[in-house]
């Protein structure tokens, strides 16, 4: 099985339609006294992205048998297979090559500063201390081939580690590569209505339906299966479930859009509510803001925007001036970009482009896609920039002299934004543009877990037999995720899981 990108959004696309008409209603389901298995597994997974993968192979690794990965969707790979292709990892062979001093404190002191003192310290603390091993084992294991370090905002330095590809594939086509070598089964189109607890409230297995289709909610054929090591919710988030969104954050209505897949919809998250669990976080929501109004979805625009901050100003276009941090966190920047009601202009020069976004954080096919399609424009100089996005060139330029001298000088008295020594002052064209506007892209909220991913009640005390991992979870990274944080938290958790799972005699 090997997806592309495009080929999953094809194949989802139709779907995302009528995604708030498709939410079952999840309920819990206590062990019929009659009850037929009609399978039996050890681990069941739940997902197929970044985190339920990383957690079946590890199951494997550790000598477990009969492991199990559904997922409700037609194809694989969830929001993981269309992400921007970069996990975080500090203090790596390729970042001491690239000469870049990072270590795992450094990490986690970046994860509970744009946590803003609300992340759960032990959690991200599980992150930044596994992440380089997590990095060698998707290398060595899994086999993931990585290209280049690439600065993503909110960061202190360079730690986001490129795979060839550029998305998500480059992930998760290794990892189903290795579940279908070790025969681990992955089952499609199986969508989870209920947990199944037995009467000391232990999670023994789920009620499914096989054959669902995804615009037809109703649709598959029921079946109960079985998990003697119990369950993992690695399902992801909730940013395409309007109603679920907008009860925790009413501001995040329709009129916004979403980067993930249509399957978003956070009901795995109600189902363990419904016997217990807690969620916490769950208003914090967070926008991608380098996503652009110039194409759908999550897109082109954020593999080279995130490499452009610190090359180049972020402009507003009401003043032409500059208006926040171009190398803040995302929930500074997507705030700023909202606050100001009309898409923000990033720009920089060829040199820059060229050297740090072309072949490092997008691949020459998709630069040219994105030219073409008009996500990104090209001027042969800054009057022309100006013209075309109906700016005032002479406030223009002097923002932009005023930029390159804080280039030069390494620091910016005004907004504090992060240089780089190999950047190059934006004196002359060609530039390259793109629009920036928001879109719902990570729910940082979700159900509480521990450090050994089991889901905790509403008194703290863990449900057996229920892990989670990944975007179903609330409290790893706070009020804001720095981008690329995310892939390390889910297969790390994953395989967190799997651990305890493997060590669980049952009950």
């Known amino acids: 099985m090997n997806i592309s990108r495009r080929s999953f959004l094809r194949s989802s696309a139709a779907a995302s339609v009528a995604t708030l008409g498709m939410l079952g209603t999840a309920h819990a389901e206590t062990l019929p006294k009659d009850v037929k ?14 985190a339920g993968l990383g957690a079946a192979l590890e199951s494997h690794y550790l000598g477990m048998k009969d492991i199990l990965v559904v997922d409700k969707m037609p194809s694989a790979g969830g929001n993981s297979i269309i992400n921007g292709g970069a996990i975080a990892a500090a ?37 930044a ?20 370090v690439t600065y993503h905002g ?55 339906r096989i054959n669902h289709r995804f615009n037809r909610p109703e649709s598959g054929k029921v079946v109960y299966i079985r998990a003697t090591k119990g369950v993992l919710i690695a399902s992801g988030g909730f940013s395409q479930n309007v109603k679920m969104r907008t009860s925790h954050d009413p501001r995040l209505t329709d009129a916004f859009t979403s980067t993930n897949h249509p399957g978003a919809t956070g009901e795995m ?60 966190n995302r929930k500074v920047r997507a705030d700023a970009i909202v606050a100001i009601g009309a898409p923000a202009i990033i720009y920089t020069n060829e040199q820059n482009f060229m050297n740090k976004v072309v072949g490092k954080n997008m691949k020459q096919e998709q630069f040219e896609a994105a030219l073409k399609n008009g996500v990104i424009r090209k001027f042969d100089n800054l009057k022309s920039l100006a013209e075309f996005y109906k700016l005032d060139y002479a406030t223009l330029e002097k923002e932009n002299e005023t930029f390159n001298g804080y280039m030069k000088a390494k620091k910016d008295p005004e907004f504090d934004c992060m240089f780089f020594n190999d950047g190059v002052q934006n004196v002359k064209g060609p530039f390259y543009a793109i629009r920036l506007w928001p879109r719902v892209h990570h729910t940082m909220g979700g159900l509480e877990i ?38 390390a938290d889910c297969i790390i958790f994953g395989r967190i899981a799997a651990r305890t799972a493997n060590a669980w005699g049952g009950c």
């Open 37 to 50: 298995w009609d399978e039996t597994c050890s681990l069941l997974v739940i997902g197929t992205g970044f």
């Open 91 to 127: 203090g790596t062979d390729m970042q001491e090559k690239a000469n870049i001093k990072d270590n795992a404190d450094l990490l986690y002191s970046d994860i509970l500063k744009a946590g803003g003192g609300i992340a759960h310290a032990n959690l991200a603390r599980r992150i």
């Open 129 to 148: 201390d596994e992440s380089v091993s997590n990095y060698k084992w998707l290398r060595d294991e899994i086999g993931v081939k990585f290209k280049a």
């Open 154 to 208: 909110g960061h202190s330095v360079p730690r986001s580690h490129a795979v060839m590809e550029n998305n998500g594939s480059g992930f998760i086509n290794p990892m189903l590569a290795k579940c279908k070598e070790f025969g681990i089964k992955v089952q499609l189109r199986t969508i989870v209505d209920d947990l199944v607890v037995n009467d000391k409230g232990c999670v023994v297995g789920v009620k499914a």
């Open 269 to 328: 998250i109600q189902e363990a509510q419904q016997i217990g669990a807690n969620t916490i976080h769950m208003d914090w929501i967070q926008l991608g803001p380098w996503t652009s109004p110039d194409e759908s979805g999550f897109g082109l625009a954020p593999l080279a925007v995130e490499s452009m901050v610190g090359y180049g100003p972020m402009i507003n276009p009401k003043t032409s001036k500059r208006f926040i941090k171009e190398t803040g």
């Open 450 to 487: 521990n450090e050994k991913a089991q889901v905790l009640n509403v008194k703290g005390e863990p449900i057996s037999g229920l892990y989670a991992a990944g975007e179903a979870t609330g409290g790893v990274h706070g009020m804001v995720r720095l981008g690329t944080v995310a892939v």
